[in-house]
């Protein structure tokens, strides 16, 4: 979401909370009297309990500030531990690992369109990835000539 919509976006969430606790304070202290649309929203032809109102605005409160927190969250980048290196402890992210791979895969002739999704797991991670290569492209033979040439014999 672009940065606008942010802005238009806590811009209504703030109103909201400040009109429900305006109504909730006049609901109660009756400061002033709402003018006539507002007072048809906030004062229906049937007379609700004031706690009933006053729950229901709470609610819309915290709603709303429930949304507001949701969008100054920050994702945190997931982190996989790589083992096996000589000289203590290393880590790379799950986004730099799709995005290796993506690359690696993009380098192979044939190859349109891809997806790779990398799934952390305990004992390490599983790469999925959605390949869509031209119709020219003999998958089979692709497969044999990588073996042949990866080392160990295991494709790439």
Not at 47 to 56: C, E, G, M, R
Not at 72 to 91: D, E
Not at 110 to 121: A, D, M, S, T
Not at 133 to 142: A, E, L
């Amino acid at each position: 979401m672009n940065i606008f919509n942010k802005i238009i976006l806590i811009a209504i969430l703030l109103f909201f909370i400040v009109v429900s606790f305006i109504s909730i304070v006049n609901e109660f202290a009756g400061f002033f009297k709402w003018p006539d649309i507002a007072e048809k929203i906030f004062n229906p032809g049937v007379d609700i309990n004031p706690y009933i109102s006053t729950l229901a605005l709470l609610m819309v409160i915290v709603i709303c500030i429930s949304l507001l927190l949701l969008e100054f969250y920050r994702k945190r980048s997931r982190i996989v531990k790589v083992y096996n290196v000589q000289s203590g402890t290393a880590m790379i992210t799950i986004d730099t690992i799709a995005q290796q791979v993506r690359d690696s895969v993009l380098r192979v002739e044939g190859v349109k369109n891809l997806n790779v999704e990398v799934i952390q797991k305990s004992g390490g991670v599983i790469i999925e990835m959605k390949v869509e290569m031209t119709h020219k492209v003999n998958i089979s033979r692709k497969n044999d000539r990588d073996n042949k040439d990866s080392p160990g014999g295991c494709a790439k």
